[in-house]
T-cell receptor, first 114, second 115 residues
Framework: KQEVTQIPAALSVPEGENLVLNCSFTDSAIYNLQWFRQDPGKGLTSLLLIQSSQREQTSGRLNASLDKSSGRSTLYIAASQPGDSATYLC?????????????FGGGTRVLVKP | DAGVTQSPTHLIKTRGQQVTLRCSPK?????VSWYQQALGQGPQFIFQ???????QRGNFPDRFSGHQFPNYSSELNVNALLLGDSALYLC??????????????FGEGSRLTVL
């Protein structure tokens, strides 16, 4: 059974500092890994999708890497801003044949202080 | 291009009642999945619908049922509500095709409170 873990559960940084968010999964047969942002009481906004054949994806200040051999993915947010305060969730799809079913981590709640 | 839309946004029910939540997928998407997110936790997969059939199901009791319509929209029904069913219910859409990236797009959710 695939399990996804995010540590730490909460993180507080001063504005301008780079953020490093960690995600680990138990099954290296993971197909895709997707990072999401969630604001309080809101839905999930897709940030980055790393497909099976890829090792990283970049969008603006965001960069996500995927290392299947070690069972880890990392989301980097450069030069953090107060507007980056949110909960960040990673989710993996184990195998494509199972359809697009995501297994989520518990999330990391980020606070960027001005 | 409208994204994933869900209704209602908030609702309050009492124990034992039944609730129906609705979802319209993103344009061009044919697959709808439902997730339950309890406060402070990551979403848990309930089930997924494709071609009007339940494709796969998570570890949820039969009180949770769904339906997909020919226009790809979907409903989630929960019978005999329990206090523990209070959560944010999220709908996600995706496309199953020869170029399936597996990327899911989520709606804003329906916040259900059971009293």
């Amino acid at each position: 059974k695939q399990e996804v873990t995010q540590i730490p559960a909460a993180l507080s940084v001063p504005e301008g500092e780079n953020l490093v968010l960690n995600c680990s999964f138990t099954d290296s047969a993971i197909y895709n890994l997707q990072w999401f942002r969630q604001d309080p009481g809101k839905g999930l906004t897709s940030l980055l999708l790393i497909q099976s054949s890829q090792r990283e994806q970049t969008s603006g200040r965001l960069n996500a890497s995927l290392d299947k051999s070690s069972g880890r993915s990392t989301l980097y947010i450069a030069a953090s801003q107060p507007g980056d305060s949110a909960t960040y969730l990673c989710a993996g799809i184990l195998i494509k044949a199972a359809g697009n079913k995501l297994t989520f981590g518990g999330g990391t709640r980020v606070l960027v202080k001005p | 291009d409208a994204g994933v839309t869900q209704s209602p946004t908030h609702l309050i029910k009492t124990r034992g009642q039944q609730v129906t939540l609705r979802c319209s997928p993103k344009s061009g998407h044919d697959t709808v999945s439902w997730y339950q997110q309890a406060l402070g936790q990551g979403p848990q997969f309930i089930f997924q619908y494709y071609e009007e059939e339940e494709r796969q199901r998570g570890n949820f009791p039969d009180r949770f049922s769904g339906h997909q319509f020919p226009n790809y929209s979907s409903e989630l029904n929960v019978n005999a509500l329990l206090l523990g069913d209070s959560a944010l219910y999220l709908c996600a859409s995706s496309v199953i095709s020869g170029v399936d990236t597996g990327e899911l797009f989520f709606g804003e959710g329906s916040r259900l409170t059971v009293l």
